[in-house]
Nanobody, 121 residues
Framework: QVQLVESGGDLVQAGGSLRLSCAAS????????WNWYRQAPGKQRELVAQ???????NYADSVKGRFTISRDNAKNTVYLQMNSLRPEDTAVYYC???????????????WGQGTQVTVSS
């Protein structure tokens, strides 16, 4: 079973930047999508950024132009670069993969444990 481990969350001032990482424990050969979600207190989890297996990316309107999703195949790691952070970006950020193939006929879809991002005004 693949494990996803997020890191990089921190307390940062408004206008600052953070880079979140999501490392997979196995070599992911292919995937349907890699996703970053976030959940603020009292709110539903929302999709922030998505990378399809084709490499196409998609972003929530609230983060377009500020956040960038990327992947390092050699490190089996997906990143979320977050710039120009705002207090409303404060949330727990989760990575997620859908239908990731990691060899020998095995597929995985699941979530990491989350990493806290707090943006102070």
């Amino acid at each position: 079973q693949v494990q996803l481990v997020e890191s990089g969350g921190d307390l940062v001032q408004a206008g600052g930047s953070l880079r979140l990482s999501c490392a997979a424990s196995d070599n992911i050969v292919s995937f349907t999508s890699w996703n970053w979600y976030r959940q603020a207190p009292g709110k539903q989890r929302e999709l922030v950024a998505q990378m399809a297996g084709t490499g196409r990316t998609n972003y929530a309107d609230s983060v377009k132009g500020r956040f960038t999703i990327s992947r390092d195949n050699a490190k089996n790691t997906v990143y979320l670069q977050m710039n120009s952070l705002r207090p409303e970006d404060t949330a727990v950020y989760y990575c997620n993969t859908d239908h990731a193939y990691y060899g020998s006929g095995r597929y995985f879809s699941g979530w990491g444990q989350g990493t806290q991002v707090t943006v102070s005004s």
